[in-house]
């Protein structure tokens, strides 16, 4: 049973039949529903496999004819496979191997990336195993490998089929320049070495008037060499009722070797070879951004269990257990600081270079380095659910995702291909049919626009870009959702900004310790951080840090009362001190002077928040806290001024005088204060009227604008921002946002740059091969060459650093 495109395939246990007859019932009946294509059920087995439309009938429909006829079914539970590709040339070959996978009954639906290599699969084990999976694509001729992070398994194998098909290798290749043993080592690079030398000696023979079927003999060697892989691939597309290169290459070819020009063939096929190893070779460094995220965590660490350290591997360490972290070694889990001090190279994860000291109760990342001292952490992340593996496989999606750009030319060469080919049909029947013109003349010339006419340069265009942006700019701390995210940032022509946790810190910071003659300043802070150390309002915790940071030293107090609301108020030395709010000093009786109500009124109007210190009869001074400003938001404001950045604007619902204060510090001139969520919401949607916009926020309270902006940004927590924003800005330096929009619309640049390229590329050689001013050779080297330069010139995203430019 084959499973079309439009059709899926539904194994079923399916008990309570008694004889052959019960399993005949159940077909007869369920063919008898609209969108059922074929059944077929065995009494043996008490099997049913049904092929069915699902636009039409579902699975709970076939399940319930099945239970109304009295027997009883039960549907497999599906399960997931993920597995590394290796050798796929272009988005055609990534589509090949979908179509593949999908005529297997049992596979519910499989999904291949050719950016990446990977591909899902999701199948009823009940009806296709993993080896039939593996069997199929090594029949396709690709070569496959259990991903790691595969689902519903646990692959600890690596499979490597060895075939001689010209996509061979087993992992994405590196560089030519830095693997040249692969050449001689490798199936593919043999190949391609041994039709150079059929083509070089095919050459001589011909070059030396020796006997024409010597010359053909050592031609034809390059031929099948290198040609036999091409051919069986081709021949499964066709099969598939598809049209890629491999097919069009092979029609050339053997056109060619039936027009008697056998040179011509050798070199196509040698040609052809040489092209796609080069490209994928090209690729695949771009593919390996993710895999040095995954190289970052090490297999193993040293765990503290029974009093002992033993090396265990890190899928057996669980929540709430200590590892010991030595200098030099990386950390292996998530976790928490519980003693000891180093710093910590946390690029990886940040994309910060300079380390970061950590004390107990710091958090620390998997894939770090620990550079100096001697560390004990308390896990508190599973192998599978550390930042590091969040971030591998966020970024596999992105580069997996489509971005519109790439989704509008999947659309044209599917609509583009065959009107070639009908147009190569129609250059090899007309002028000969209906102008008496020679047959084989316009035969080759059709030969030629096959060759030169697959949309491989047009396919690959997009994807490289994408892939080479996206692990580029993960290596700076800039993590993008998919393409469509990083192509809509390149067209950003409005960025609103959250104020609390995005702007500023999120937590109160010591503005000015304002004294009122009694005594002096420092005094009154080191009141109010004595009676704060115990208290757990956020406000009091920024008056002890400042105090801690200016060295005071606390005294201890006595008869602590706090006052919910108000503040506190406790013995220190002979008298009794007050720490709080208008509300409290009144309480107490003591009334405060016109100069203090003044200052109280212009704090306020600054946007800061009072908190005022006296004894039992007068108030001695006031400290003003407010929210503290990032030290990057001024600069990042103005790198985005500099990009022209049309509209900028601040969204809190903060009191008016605090939202200005801020602006102003930051260099924004438009603000709104005192928004409700629905409020931003609103302002988002104004905002889009006139152009694409952005959203910045902390992942926390903003998830409505988020949701409603063209595009949202999220700094702060990780695990938050992860499920919220479109791009994650890890580390929270919103210096990286003019790195995301730069590289965005270096990206945008890149690929219109790609398909402009390819389409006049195909344009001109199509025209010039239909008029007989190109040949097969040429063709081929305009079709390869086309495509090894879109790649390099998106792999020059890869490079792209500087967050600044």
């Given at each position: 049973?084959?499973?079309?495109?439009?059709?899926?395939?539904?194994?079923?246990?399916?008990?309570?039949?008694?004889?052959?007859?019960?399993?005949?019932?159940?077909?007869?009946?369920?063919?008898?529903?609209?969108?059922?294509?074929?059944?077929?059920?065995?009494?043996?087995?008490?099997?049913?496999?049904?092929?069915?439309?699902?636009?039409?009938?579902?699975?709970?429909?076939?399940?319930?004819?099945?239970?109304?006829?009295?027997?009883?079914?039960?549907?497999?539970?599906?399960?997931?496979?993920?597995?590394?590709?290796?050798?796929?040339?272009?988005?055609?070959?990534?589509?090949?191997?979908?179509?593949?996978?999908?005529?297997?009954?049992?596979?519910?639906?499989?999904?291949?990336?050719?950016?990446?290599?990977?591909?899902?699969?999701?199948?009823?084990?009940?009806?296709?195993?993993?080896?039939?999976?593996?069997?199929?694509?090594?029949?396709?001729?690709?070569?496959?490998?259990?991903?790691?992070?595969?689902?519903?398994?646990?692959?600890?194998?690596?499979?490597?089929?060895?075939?001689?098909?010209?996509?061979?290798?087993?992992?994405?290749?590196?560089?030519?320049?830095?693997?040249?043993?692969?050449?001689?080592?490798n199936r593919r690079g043999q190949s391609v070495i041994l039709a150079?030398?059929?083509?070089?000696?095919?050459?001589?023979?011909?070059?030396?008037?020796?006997?024409?079927?010597?010359?053909?003999?050592?031609?034809?060697?390059?031929?099948?060499?290198?040609?036999?892989?091409?051919?069986?691939?081709?021949?499964?597309?066709?099969?598939?009722?598809?049209?890629?290169?491999?097919?069009?290459?092979?029609?050339?070819?053997?056109?060619?070797?039936?027009?008697?020009?056998?040179?011509?063939?050798?070199?196509?096929?040698?040609?052809?070879?040489?092209?796609?190893?080069?490209?994928?070779?090209?690729?695949?460094?771009?593919?390996?951004?993710?895999?040095?995220?995954?190289?970052?965590?090490?297999?193993?660490?040293?765990?503290?269990?029974?009093?002992?350290e033993v090396t265990v591997a890190v899928e057996n360490i669980r929540?709430?257990?200590?590892?010991?972290?030595?200098?030099?070694?990386?950390?292996?889990?998530?976790?928490?600081?519980?003693?000891?001090?180093?710093?910590?190279?946390?690029?990886?994860?940040?994309?910060?270079?300079?380390?970061?000291?950590?004390?107990?109760?710091?958090?620390?990342?998997?894939?770090?380095?620990?550079?100096?001292?001697?560390?004990?952490?308390?896990?508190?992340?599973?192998?599978?659910?550390?930042?590091?593996?969040?971030?591998?496989?966020?970024?596999?999606?992105?580069?997996?995702?489509?971005?519109?750009?790439?989704?509008?030319?999947?659309?044209?060469?599917?609509?583009?291909?065959?009107?070639?080919?009908?147009?190569?049909?129609?250059?090899?029947?007309?002028?000969?049919?209906?102008?008496?013109?020679?047959?084989?003349?316009?035969?080759?010339?059709?030969?030629?626009?096959?060759?030169?006419?697959?949309?491989?340069?047009?396919?690959?265009?997009?994807?490289?870009?994408?892939?080479?942006?996206?692990?580029?700019?993960?290596?700076?701390?800039?993590?993008?959702?998919?393409?469509?995210?990083?192509?809509?940032?390149?067209?950003?022509?409005?960025?609103?900004?959250?104020?609390?946790?995005?702007?500023?810190?999120?937590?109160?910071?010591?503005?000015?310790?304002?004294?009122?003659?009694?005594?002096?300043?420092?005094?009154?802070?080191?009141?109010?951080?004595?009676?704060?150390?115990?208290?757990?309002?956020?406000?009091?915790?920024?008056?002890?840090?400042?105090?801690?940071?200016?060295?005071?030293?606390?005294?201890?107090?006595?008869?602590?009362?706090?006052?919910?609301?108000?503040?506190?108020?406790?013995?220190?030395?002979?008298?009794?001190?007050?720490?709080?709010?208008?509300?409290?000093?009144?309480?107490?009786?003591?009334?405060?002077?016109?100069?203090?109500?003044?200052?109280?009124?212009?704090?306020?109007?600054?946007?800061?928040?009072?908190?005022?210190?006296?004894?039992?009869?007068?108030?001695?001074?006031?400290?003003?806290?407010?929210?503290?400003?990032?030290?990057?938001?001024?600069?990042?404001?103005?790198?985005?001024?500099?990009?022209?950045?049309?509209?900028?604007?601040?969204?809190?619902?903060?009191?008016?005088?605090?939202?200005?204060?801020?602006?102003?510090?930051?260099?924004?001139?438009?603000?709104?204060?005192?928004?409700?969520?629905?409020?931003?919401?609103?302002?988002?949607?104004?905002?889009?009227?006139?152009?694409?916009?952005?959203?910045?926020?902390?992942?926390?309270?903003?998830?409505?604008?988020?949701?409603?902006?063209?595009?949202?940004?999220?700094?702060?927590?990780?695990?938050?921002?992860?499920?919220?924003?479109?791009?994650?800005?890890?580390?929270?330096?919103?210096?990286?946002?003019?790195?995301?929009?730069?590289?965005?619309?270096?990206?945008?640049?890149?690929?219109?740059?790609?398909?402009?390229?390819?389409?006049?590329?195909?344009?001109?050689?199509?025209?010039?091969?239909?008029?007989?001013?190109?040949?097969?050779?040429?063709?081929?080297?305009?079709?390869?060459?086309?495509?090894?330069?879109?790649?390099?010139?998106?792999?020059?995203?890869?490079?792209?650093?500087?967050?600044?430019?």
């Amino acid at each position: 049973m084959t499973q079309s495109s439009s059709s899926k395939t539904q194994a079923l246990q399916v008990s309570g039949m008694d004889c052959g007859s019960c399993a005949k019932t159940i077909a007869a009946s369920l063919q008898q529903l609209n969108g059922v294509q074929e059944v077929a059920v065995s009494f043996a087995t008490g099997r049913a496999v049904v092929s069915y439309n699902p636009n039409l009938v579902n699975t709970a429909e076939i399940k319930n004819r099945i239970t109304v006829l009295g027997y009883t079914v039960d549907v497999a539970t599906p399960k997931t496979l993920q597995i590394q590709i290796g050798g796929m040339d272009c988005g055609s070959c990534a589509k090949t191997i979908e179509v593949g996978l999908q005529q297997i009954v049992g596979v519910n639906e499989a999904s291949v990336s050719f950016a990446t290599g990977r591909s899902q699969i999701d199948y009823d084990p009940q009806a296709v195993n993993e080896t039939k999976i593996y069997e199929q694509i090594q029949a396709l001729g690709y070569t496959v490998e259990p991903s790691p992070e595969a689902t519903n398994h646990d692959h600890s194998h690596t499979c490597d089929h060895d075939h001689e098909h010209h996509h061979k290798h087993a992992h994405p290749p590196q560089p030519a320049a830095s693997n040249w043993q692969f050449w001689i080592t490798n199936r593919r690079g043999q190949s391609v070495i041994l039709a150079g030398i059929g083509l070089f000696l095919g050459l001589i023979a011909q070059g030396l008037a020796l006997p024409i079927w010597l010359a053909r003999a050592f031609y034809g060697i390059g031929i099948i060499v290198a040609g036999y892989p091409i051919a069986r691939a081709g021949l499964f597309e066709l099969r598939l009722r598809r049209a890629d290169m491999n097919l069009l290459m092979t029609i050339s070819v053997i056109g060619a070797v039936a027009l008697g020009d056998w040179l011509e063939a050798a070199l196509v096929v040698f040609l052809f070879s040489l092209g796609t190893t080069l490209q994928v070779f090209t690729f695949g460094r771009t593919r390996n951004a993710i895999r040095g995220l995954m190289d970052l965590t090490p297999p193993t660490a040293t765990v503290q269990r029974n009093d002992q350290e033993v090396t265990v591997a890190v899928e057996n360490i669980r929540v709430g257990e200590t590892l010991t972290i030595r200098p030099g070694q990386r950390v292996a889990l998530d976790g928490v600081v519980t003693s000891g001090t180093s710093a910590i190279d946390q690029s990886p994860i940040t994309g910060e270079s300079i380390p970061e000291d950590k004390a107990p109760g710091d958090a620390v990342f998997a894939g770090t380095l620990n550079q100096t001292g001697f560390l004990t952490v308390k896990v508190t992340h599973v192998a599978n659910d550390t930042t590091v593996a969040k971030i591998i496989h966020l970024v596999e999606e992105a580069q997996s995702s489509r971005a519109p750009t790439q989704q509008w030319v999947d659309k044209f060469a599917q609509i583009y291909t065959p009107i070639v080919i009908l147009s190569a049909i129609a250059i090899t029947l007309i002028p000969p049919l209906i102008f008496a013109q020679p047959f084989n003349v316009w035969l080759y010339r059709a030969l030629v626009m096959l060759v030169i006419a697959c949309p491989c340069a047009l396919v690959i265009s997009t994807p490289v870009s994408i892939v080479s942006a996206i692990g580029a700019a993960t290596r700076q701390g800039v993590l993008f959702k998919g393409g469509h995210a990083l192509e809509t940032a390149g067209h950003l022509t409005s960025l609103a900004f959250d104020k609390t946790g995005t702007l500023t810190q999120g937590e109160p910071v010591l503005q000015k310790v304002y004294e009122l003659g009694e005594v002096s300043a420092d005094f009154v802070l080191l009141i109010a951080a004595a009676l704060e150390q115990q208290s757990e309002h956020p406000l009091g915790k920024a008056i002890v840090a400042t105090a801690k940071a200016q060295k005071l030293k606390l005294e201890t107090i006595e008869n602590f009362t706090a006052y919910p609301g108000k503040g506190v108020t406790a013995q220190f030395g002979e008298n009794r001190y007050l720490v709080g709010n208008r509300r409290l000093f009144a309480e107490f009786g003591i009334t405060l002077s016109t100069a203090a109500t003044s200052l109280l009124t212009e704090i306020e109007n600054l946007g800061q928040t009072p908190v005022l210190v006296g004894n039992s009869q007068n108030l001695l001074g006031i400290i003003a806290l407010a929210d503290g400003l990032r030290l990057e938001a001024a600069p990042a404001v103005q790198m985005l001024q500099r990009l022209k950045m049309r509209h900028l604007v601040m969204l809190t619902g903060d009191r008016t005088a605090v939202a200005q204060q801020i602006a102003q510090q930051v260099g924004i001139t438009e603000y709104q204060a005192e928004l409700l969520p629905e409020d931003k919401l609103q302002v988002i949607q104004q905002l889009r009227q006139s152009g694409v916009v952005g959203m910045v926020g902390d992942g926390i309270n903003d998830a409505p604008a988020l949701a409603a902006a063209d595009i949202s940004f999220a700094v702060g927590g990780i695990d938050i921002a992860l499920e919220t924003a479109d791009v994650v800005l890890v580390g929270s330096d919103l210096k990286r946002l003019a790195y995301a929009v730069t590289l965005s619309r270096r990206t945008v640049s890149v690929i219109q740059q790609n398909v402009v390229f390819s389409l006049v590329t195909k344009g001109l050689f199509l025209l010039l091969g239909t008029f007989g001013f190109v040949g097969l050779a040429i063709a081929v080297l305009a079709d390869t060459g086309t495509s090894l330069l879109v790649t390099a010139n998106g792999m020059r995203l890869f490079k792209a650093k500087t967050r600044e430019e």
